[in-house]
């Protein structure tokens, strides 16, 4: 049975840092692309960042570059993002995916197949 579990949500201050985490467990995780995706009540899913299998490959949506910081330890079968200066437009459910075939699409990442993802934790940024 596999499992993608996220943690590190919850509420930060405008300006301040947060890192999620999201491990796996059941699946080849060395084997798959990896991405954070996100969604704000009343809108689109968004493809945050994505990362490909042999880390060669980084993507990022224009709303977090320079900002946000994607990474996987293959050892640990996690993955990782690191977010800084949060603003309080980042407020949303943000779900960890594990997939293949990374393509991007105005500017965000996409992932074409998806097998596995996680149940999603929930970053809000308030004052």
């Known amino acids: 049975q596999w499992q993608l579990v996220e943690s590190g949500g919850g509420l930060v201050q405008p300006g301040g840092s947060l890192t999620l985490s999201c491990v796996a467990s059941?699946?080849?995780?060395?084997?798959?692309?990896i991405g954070w995706f996100r969604q704000a009540p009343g809108k689109a899913r968004e493809g945050v960042s994505c990362?490909?299998?042999?880390?060669?490959?980084?993507i990022y949506a224009d709303s977090v570059k320079g900002r946000f910081t994607i990474s996987r330890d293959n050892a640990k079968n996690t993955m990782y993002l690191q977010m800084d200066s949060l603003k309080p437009e980042d407020t949303a459910e943000y779900s960890c995916?594990?997939?293949?075939?990374?393509?991007?699409?105005?500017?965000?990442?996409?992932?074409?197949?998806?097998?596995?993802w996680g149940k999603g934790t929930l970053i809000t940024v308030s004052a």
């Open positions: 059941g699946l080849a995780f060395e084997d798959y692309d």
């Open positions: 990362l490909s299998m042999s880390g060669d490959r980084t």
């Open positions: 995916a594990v997939g293949a075939k990374l393509i991007t699409v105005e500017s965000q990442c996409v992932m074409l197949s998806v097998p596995y």
